[in-house]
Every structure is written in structure tokens, then in C-alpha cells.
């Protein structure tokens, strides 16, 4: 969630720059010095080369729906809004949880440089995995990350179309628990973040690779075709495809599905279609008739 990403790097530079940052500082500060300057700019960077790709190699064509230009910009200014709207109220709360988080931390792992950052990255890719699945399986988690489905086309815009709401239990779960059980390496949580920015864009694109090419990325990384049946608007392949940034985790434990080409699915959800920006806002969505 890429939202998620900018949220945390701006929510601890507002509380470093706050009473509460000094304590923060010693755990943090190598995160933001290289988030904010890095993570920020490679986040938009990447994002806006991945627009060029999508213009030159297009994987999709606009469904019907979308087809008319006032309809792809509404779309598109709606998912950059939600994007915005989490900049800026997901702070307010996610700042407490990475302070507590950040003083409860218990340094379990093993004090080797390498081996922490890996574990980190392991250790946060697996707590996605497992929050994304947590948030299809629970009805008021599921009524959060349906924003994120109920997009019916997905582009790049659709990796910064979340609710603020998912996201900041995201923080919490994801980063909170983790680094008071573990006291995950700053420099870990940072190459975390780098590689999820990247993929997190790639996989929502709607960029065309070659079949090998294809076949060469998925054996690792959640290529944009595995995260699309993922957006198919019905199961069971809304309940497949659930990793964040490697294959590993849905090949593990059964939720990989190949079983769709991206001309086979249907972005979206079946019963509700794409709403006004304040009906996601405040999660009151109508289902059709
Ligand atoms: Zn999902």
C-alpha cells in the first residue's frame, strides 16, 4: 500500500519533529533519512515510469464503463484523492502505535547485519500476506479493502487507492507487533519499503510482459497478471494471490492461482459497482440492483 509507505515516513517525521520524537529518534532516524529522501522520490519516479510503460505496452483496454475520457479521469482523480485523504489522517493515529511499538521492542533476532535485514524483509512480506488475507476474510476489515476492489480497471493509480482506515491498521499490525516482538533492523523496514513501492506499483500496472518474461517473475515477484485474477470480481480468485511483493507465501500455504489470462477477468466487484469518493470515504457503498 503505497499510501501506507508515504504515511509512515511522513508520520514519524511529524512526530520526530514533536515532544515525543526525541524518543524515537534512536530507532527511526535511519529510516527517514533514507525514506525521506530516497523512498518518497523513488515511489513517484517509479510510478510515473511505469505510466510511460503502461502508454507503450498496455496490457488492457478501459472496460465499456470507462471508455468515455470524463469517466477515466473521474476514476483516476478519485484514486489519487484516497491517496491524498491517507496522507493526511492516517498520522493522526499511526504515530502513537510506532512510538509504543518502537519502545516495547524486544531485539529477539540474531545481531547480524544481513541476516536482519533479510529477516525483516521475510518477516514484514509474510505479515502482509497474512493481513491481506485477514482483510478478505473479516466482514469490517473486508468493508475497508473493498475501496481497493471495487476499482474497475487497474493501473498504477490503483496501487495508491486505499482507505485510510486499512492502512493505518496495516501500520499496526504489520509494523507495530513486528518491531515490538522482534525489533525488526531500520535498515530492513527501509529495504522493505523500497522493494514494496516498486512492486506494489508493478504489480497493479497494467503493463504487457512476454509470456517468459512472465514466467521468470512470478517465480519470485507478483507479477501484474497473478495481482489482476487477484481483482477478478468473483471467487475464488478474489481468494488467491494474496502476496505483497514475492510468490513464496501463496506457493506455501495454497493460494496461488495462474488460472486466468488478463483478457479472462474482469476487474472489480460483482455486486457493487464504482461509487462517488465520498460513498468510499465513508464506506457507504451502494450494491446493484
Ligand atoms: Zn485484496
Known amino acids: 500500500m503505497l499510501s501506507e509507505r508515504l504515511i509512515t515516513v511522513i508520520g514519524i517525521t511529524i512526530s520526530l519533529n514533536g515532544n515525543i520524537g526525541s524518543r524515537m529518534s534512536n530507532y527511526f532516524s535511519s ?6 529522501t530516497y523512498l518518497t522520490l523513488l515511489t ?3 510510478a510515473v515510469a511505469a505510466i510511460c510503460i503502461e502508454k507503450l505496452r498496455p496490457a488492457l483496454t478501459h472496460p465499456i464503463q470507462l471508455q468515455p475520457l470524463q469517466n477515466r479521469t473521474r476514476r483516476v482523480v478519485t484514486n489519487i484523492t484516497m491517496h491524498i485523504l491517507n496522507i493526511g489522517i492516517l498520522p493522526l493515529f499511526s504515530n502513537a502505535v510506532l512510538l509504543f511499538a518502537a519502545e516495547q521492542k524486544c531485539e529477539l533476532l540474531p545481531n547480524y547485519p544481513m541476516t536482519q535485514v533479510l529477516l525483516a524483509i521475510l518477516s514484514l512480506d509474510l505479515a502482509s500476506y497474512a ?3 485477514m482483510v478478505h476474510k473479516f466482514r469490517l476489515l473486508w ?4 475501496v ?3 476499482d474497475e480497471f487497474l493501473d498504477v493509480s490503483s496501487a495508491f487507492r486505499f482507505h485510510f482506515m486499512e492502512n493505518g491498521l496495516s501500520v499496526i499490525i504489520r509494523y507495530g507487533i513486528l518491531v515490538a516482538l522482534f525489533g525488526l533492523s531500520p535498515i530492513g523496514i527501509t529495504v522493505y519499503l523500497l522493494l514494496e513501492s516498486i512492486v506494489l506499483i508493478f504489480q497493479h500496472s497494467n503493463i504487457r510482459l512476454s509470456a517468459s518474461a512472465e514466467k521468470i517473475i512470478e517465480f519470485v515477484f507478483i507479477t501484474p497478471r497473478l495481482h489482476r485474477i487477484h481483482h477478478h470480481h468473483e471467487l475464488p480468485y478474489t481468494d488467491s494471490n494474496f502476496g505483497t511483493i514475492f510468490t513464496i507465501w501463496d506457493r506455501i500455504f495454497g ?3 495462474r488460472g486466468l ?3 479472462e477477468v474482469t476487474i472489480g466487484l460483482k455486486d457493487i459497482e464504482e461509487q ?5 470515504f465513508f464506506l457507504n457503498v451502494n450494491r446493484k440492483s
Open 44 to 46: 513517484y519516479s517509479v
Open 261 to 263: 489470462s488478463s483478457k
Open 255 to 257: 493460494t496461488m492461482n
Open 276 to 280: 462517488p469518493i465520498h460513498r468510499l
Open 31 to 36: 529510516i527517514i533519512n533514507e525514506q525521506i
Open 143 to 146: 468493508s475497508f479493502h473493498r
Open 148 to 150: 481497493h476492489h471495487i
Open 131 to 133: 493481513y491481506h488475507i
